[in-house]
T-cell receptor
Framework: KNQVEQSPQSLIILEGKNCTLQCNYTVSPFSNLRWYKQDTGRGPVSLTIMTFSENTKSNGRYTATLDADTKQSSLHITASQLSDSASYICVVSGENILTGGGNKLTFGTGTQLKVEL | ETGVTQTPRHLVMGMTNKKSLKCEQHLGHNAMYWYKQSAKKPLELMFVYNFKEQTENNSVPSRFSPECPNSSHLFLHLHTLQPEDSALYLC??????????????FGQGTRLTVV
């Protein structure tokens, strides 16, 4: 069964500090992994997309890593800001065998991050 | 803004009411999705439409009835809902035939409360 597990479930950090969120998955065959940021009551917005051959990808203060061998990913947030308070969701796409593209998405439960002064 | 617009943003309805959620995208995407997000649960896929044809129904109760009149619009018709149906309902769209980095774009969601 395809699953995506995230840890920690919730996290509180002080503004300016760094943090790392974890994602383990069992989706196979694998196409890509995305990290989304979801503000309360809003739809998820993509932060990074990583395919099998990519080990790391950055988007501003967000850096995602991927180890396809161990099926683990992490999202590192540098110099956190109050606006980083949100839910961060790891989403894994299985490969569409017919087209070679991405297919059904499997969502993690998310990590709820709160940045405080 | 992701290019996917959902209305209304908030909806409160009684268990005997009939209401509809609307989703609209003008991104040129041919696949549209309805997801349900309950508190502390991962997003649950409800329905998938490819080129206006429903290709997936994840055992969703019949009190939820989707409609896709064209590739740009998606509706979710609601009737005789239960309080446990209260959740954030998210619409998404994506290119149907894409590369390995094909991405789904989400709307802002409709916060539904059933009383």
């Amino acid at each position: 069964k395809n699953q995506v597990e995230q840890s920690p479930q919730s996290l509180i950090i002080l503004e300016g500090k760094n943090c790392t969120l974890q994602c383990n998955y069992t989706v196979s065959p694998f196409s890509n992994l995305r990290w989304y940021k979801q503000d309360t009551g809003r739809g998820p917005v993509s932060l990074t997309i990583m395919t099998f051959s990519e080990n790391t990808k950055s988007n501003g203060r967000y850096t995602a890593t991927l180890d396809a061998d161990t099926k683990q990913s992490s999202l590192h947030i540098t110099a956190s800001q109050l606006s980083d308070s949100a839910s961060y969701i790891c989403v894994v796409s299985g490969e569409n065998i017919l087209t070679g593209g991405g297919n059904k998405l499997t969502f993690g439960t998310g990590t709820q991050l709160k940045v405080e002064l | 803004e992701t290019g996917v617009t959902q209305t209304p943003r908030h909806l409160v309805m009684g268990m005997t009411n009939k209401k509809s959620l609307k989703c609209e995208q003008h991104l040129g995407h041919n696949a549209m999705y309805w997801y349900k997000q309950s508190a502390k649960k991962p997003l649950e896929l409800m329905f998938v439409y490819n080129f206006k044809e429903q290709t997936e129904n994840n055992s969703v109760p019949s009190r939820f009835s989707p409609e896709c009149p064209n590739s740009s619009h998606l509706f979710l018709h609601l009737h005789t809902l239960q309080p446990e149906d209260s959740a954030l309902y998210l619409c998404a769209s994506s290119p149907l035939q894409g590369g390995v980095d094909t991405e789904a774009f989400f709307g802002q969601g409709t916060r539904l409360t059933v009383v």
